[in-house]
C-alpha cells in the first residue's frame, strides 16, 4: 500500500527530529493541524507546500508521491540515449540541514573529468572524495541510468546520484 502524504509528513519531522509544536511553528500554522496532517484528517493549504519540501529536504515530487527513486538499470544498446544528452545528479543532505542539488550534462562530466575541473569542484565536498566519477562516466556510457550512488555518512549526510 503507498505511503500516505500525512505518514511522509510525519516521518519526515520525526527524522529532524521536529515535535508536531516545533513544525507547526516553523510552518506558521496550528499544532492541530499538524496533528490532522499527520492523521489524514486534512491537507496542508497548496501555498504551504514548498515551505515544506524545502524544510525536509525534498522535492515537491517526492513529499506529494513519496520516494519517486529511480532504480539502476542497464538499458540494452538498441535503447541507449546519446550519453551526452543524459543529466548527473548530484544531491548531498547534510545531518545538519544543508542541502546541495547539481544538475550537470554528461558531456560537461566528461570534459570536467578530462580537464581536472571535476575534481577541484568535488574536492571541496568531503562526501563526494571517494566516489570515482570515470568509473560512473564509464558505466553510463555502457548503458546504466537511475540511481547509481546511494551514501549515508556516520555522520548522517547523504549522497545520491542518478543518472537521467
Do not use: Y
Not at 513519496?66 to 548531498?92: H, L
Amino acid at each position: 500500500m503507498a505511503q500516505t502524504l500525512g505518514k511522509r509528513i510525519s516521518d519526515s519531522r520525526k527524522r529532524k527530529g521536529f515535535t508536531q509544536d516545533q513544525l507547526a511553528e516553523e510552518m506558521g500554522v496550528s499544532s492541530q493541524a499538524v496533528s490532522k496532517w499527520e492523521n489524514d484528517i486534512s491537507c496542508p493549504d497548496i501555498g504551504l507546500l514548498p515551505h515544506l519540501a524545502d524544510f525536509f529536504g525534498v522535492t515537491l515530487d517526492e513529499l506529494m508521491r513519496g520516494d519517486q527513486e529511480k532504480v539502476a538499470q542497464v538499458i540494452p544498446e538498441s535503447e541507449r540515449k546519446d550519453p551526452n544528452k543524459m543529466i548527473m545528479r548530484i544531491r548531498v543532505l547534510s545531518a545538519d540541514g544543508d542541502k546541495v542539488n547539481v544538475n550537470l550534462p554528461m558531456a560537461l562530466v566528461k570534459m570536467g573529468l578530462q580537464s581536472g575541473m571535476l575534481d577541484s569542484m568535488v574536492g571541496g565536498n568531503e562526501n563526494l572524495k571517494g566516489i570515482d566519477f570515470d568509473s560512473l562516466v564509464h558505466m553510463v556510457e555502457q548503458g546504466a541510468i537511475g540511481k547509481l550512488v546511494e551514501v549515508e555518512s556516520a555522520d548522517g549526510d547523504l549522497v545520491d546520484i542518478t543518472i537521467e
